[in-house]
């Protein structure tokens, strides 16, 4: 009987309405909170008065020297620059803080000297708008574990080998674009170390920005780096960084973040120059009024 029917059937099927299918769920946003990384900010004013003693000697330029470094984890040797202040002699027996500065992909140590870090810093030092830092730039290539050359060979040596204090709240790391990323695993992964780290136009892969809560997931607040982000309105990463934010937010991991004009370019980076110095002196400030009890 049914098959006498199925002719009707099939006539009936091929004139129903066609079942309605809903339209795919549209994207959700990245959950930043508002006004996060949407505000443009001017590029900072310094401040008009000398907060630091500036150096008392006749420099009126701090020095770069270049070195090498045999590392255990790769048979190239490690590359690195270090600014030395004016008037280093004169640091004294506590000797100085020290900054690791990252440079970006396809790029190398000399990065940072290109764009001007020595003369801001001379600049700053000098007016007394900082005190007297070491800065070091290691040279980062293709397949070097950075982590590993930067922790168990590079931070040892420069503190054996030149006026750098040993104790956590006188280092910070920092880096641009690639070299970010690298800031940011190397200091978050190793909060022992550093008391800041700064996010300059970051490329942090998303790998590392899903597993940061792993990072700091057992360290209590006075044990979590100071952490600074910013990034230009026209920069490609822009997105990421967004992203990057919203899992910061997530894991409750403080932050301070900033939208300045500009793109993903040398030019941007210099025109805030003197600004990233000033967070970094100011970070090292902090952490020299943390009581002794206190992670240092």
């Keep these: 009987m049914w098959l006498r029917n199925l002719p009707l059937l099939l006539l009936a099927t091929a004139c129903a309405a066609p079942?309605?299918?809903p339209p795919p769920a549209p994207r959700a946003p990245i959950p930043t909170p508002a006004g996060i990384l949407s505000?443009?900010?001017?590029?900072?004013?310094p401040s008009p008065k000398p907060i630091h003693t500036p150096p008392a000697c006749?420099?009126?330029?701090?020095?770069?020297?270049q070195g090498a470094l045999d590392i255990r984890s790769d048979p190239r040797p490690l590359e690195y620059r270090i600014y030395l202040p004016p008037c280093v002699e004169e640091s004294?027996?506590?000797g100085l803080p020290t900054l690791y500065l990252l440079h970006g992909l396809g790029a190398s140590d000399a990065q940072w000297d290109e764009l001007g870090t020595d003369e801001a810093a001379d600049a700053l030092i000098l007016s007394g708008a900082i005190p007297p830092m070491l800065m070091v730039m290691p040279r980062d290539r293709s397949g070097m574990d950075l982590e590993t050359a930067l922790v168990e060979a590079l931070l040892p040596h420069v503190e054996a080998s030149y006026p750098a204090r040993a104790e956590?709240?006188?280092?910070a790391i920092g880096g641009l674009s690639r070299g970010a990323a690298w800031a940011f695993r190397i200091g978050l992964k190793n909060p022992d170390l550093f008391f800041a780290v700064g996010l300059h136009s970051p490329a942090v892969p998303e790998f590392d920005r899903a597993y940061v809560y792993f990072w700091v997931r057992d360290l209590?607040?006075?044990?979590r780096p100071a952490l600074w982000l910013d990034i230009g309105d026209r920069d490609s990463l822009i997105h990421d960084t967004r992203s990057l934010i919203a899992r910061l937010e997530e894991i409750e991991l403080m932050y301070t973040a900033h939208l300045y004009p500009g793109g993903h370019s040398p030019d941007y980076w210099s025109?805030?120059?003197e600004t990233y110095l000033r967070w970094y002196a100011g970070q090292f400030e902090i952490a020299a009024r943390i009581p002794s009890r206190e992670p240092r």
Excluded: C, D, L
């Design 19 to 21: 079942a309605t299918v």
């Design 92 to 94: 004294g027996s506590e």
């Design 58 to 65: 006749s420099e009126t330029t701090g020095n770069i020297e």
């Design 168 to 171: 956590r709240g006188s280092r």
């Design 271 to 273: 025109q805030h120059m």
């Design 220 to 223: 209590a607040v006075p044990a």
């Design 39 to 45: 505000e443009i900010e001017p590029a900072a004013r």
